[in-house]
C-alpha cells in the first residue's frame, strides 16, 4: 500500500500570509496526486489533479508542485475562506489520502 | 452542474447492513466511476472502493473485501454501496464521489455527495 504522509497537522496562520503544505509518497506516483479542501460539515473539494493542474473555478492563489515523492500545496495569499482542513490524496496505485493538515488562525 | 445527491441519515445495530444510496444528474451517469469514501468522527479520509456504473464492474480496498457490496442502477443514474456486519467502528459519514481521469490512467474526485451520516448504535 503507498503511504500519504503531511506536515505539519495543524498549521496556525493570519489572513494574508503565504502557507505551504506538503504532502510525501511512500512509493513512486509520478504525477497522481490530489488536493482537496474541507470545510467542518462539508464534503471534500478538488483544488490540485496531476499534482499541478488548477480544478476549474477554484482561486488562482492555490497551486500545486512537486514530484515524487515530494509534493506541495501553496496557498499565496490566505483568506479566511481558506480556513479548513486540507487532503492530499494520491491515485497512482488505488486511491490513498494524506492524515490531513488542518489550517486555523 | 453535476450533482450527486445521497439517501438520508440512518442509524443501524451492530450486525445489521447498512445501505447508501447516490443519485447522479446534469451528466452521463455511465461515463465516470463513483467511489465511496468514509470519515470517521474526527478522522481522515478513507478510501472504500469503486464501482463502474456502464458495466456493474467493482472494486473495494482490501480491509473491506467480503463486507462491502457496490451496485447501480443505470435506469435511474443511482448507485448503492451496502456494508454488512455493521460495527460502533463503521459509525462515519459516508461520501460518494465522481473520478475524473481528464485522459490519465486514474483519476481524482471532482464532485461529491453531501454525505450520510450512517451511526451504529444498539
Known amino acids: 500500500d503507498i503511504q500519504m504522509t503531511q506536515s505539519p497537522s495543524t498549521l496556525s496562520a493570519s489572513v494574508g500570509d503565504r502557507v505551504t503544505i506538503t504532502c510525501r509518497a511512500s512509493h513512486f506516483i509520478s504525477n497522481s496526486l490530489a488536493w482537496y479542501q474541507q470545510v467542518p460539515g462539508k464534503a471534500p473539494k478538488l483544488l490540485i489533479y496531476r499534482a499541478s493542474s488548477l480544478e476549474s473555478g477554484v482561486p488562482s492563489r492555490f497551486s500545486g508542485s512537486g514530484s515524487g515523492p515530494e509534493f506541495t500545496l501553496t496557498i499565496s495569499s490566505l483568506q479566511p475562506d481558506d480556513l479548513a482542513t486540507y487532503y492530499c490524496q494520491q491515485y497512482h496505485n488505488f486511491w490513498t489520502f494524506g492524515q490531513g493538515t488542518k489550517v486555523e488562525l | 452542474q453535476v450533482q450527486l445527491v445521497q439517501s438520508g441519515t440512518e442509524v443501524w445495530k451492530p450486525g445489521a447492513s447498512a445501505k447508501v444510496s447516490c443519485r447522479a444528474s446534469e451528466y452521463t451517469f455511465t461515463d465516470f466511476y463513483i467511489h465511496w469514501v468514509r470519515q470517521a468522527p474526527g478522522q481522515g479520509l478513507e478510501w472504500m472502493g469503486w464501482i463502474n456504473p456502464d458495466n456493474g464492474g467493482a472494486e473495494f480496498a482490501q480491509r473491506f473485501k467480503g463486507r462491502v457490496t457496490m451496485t447501480r442502477d443505470s435506469s435511474i443514474n443511482t448507485a448503492y454501496m451496502e456494508l454488512s456486519r455493521l460495527t460502533s467502528d463503521d459509525t462515519a459519514v459516508y461520501y460518494c464521489?465522481?473520478?475524473?481521469?481528464?485522459?490519465?490512467?486514474?483519476?481524482?474526485?471532482?464532485?461529491w455527495g453531501q454525505g450520510t451520516l450512517v451511526t451504529v448504535s444498539s
Open positions: 464521489a465522481r473520478e475524473n481521469d481528464y485522459g490519465d490512467f486514474r483519476g481524482s474526485f471532482d464532485s
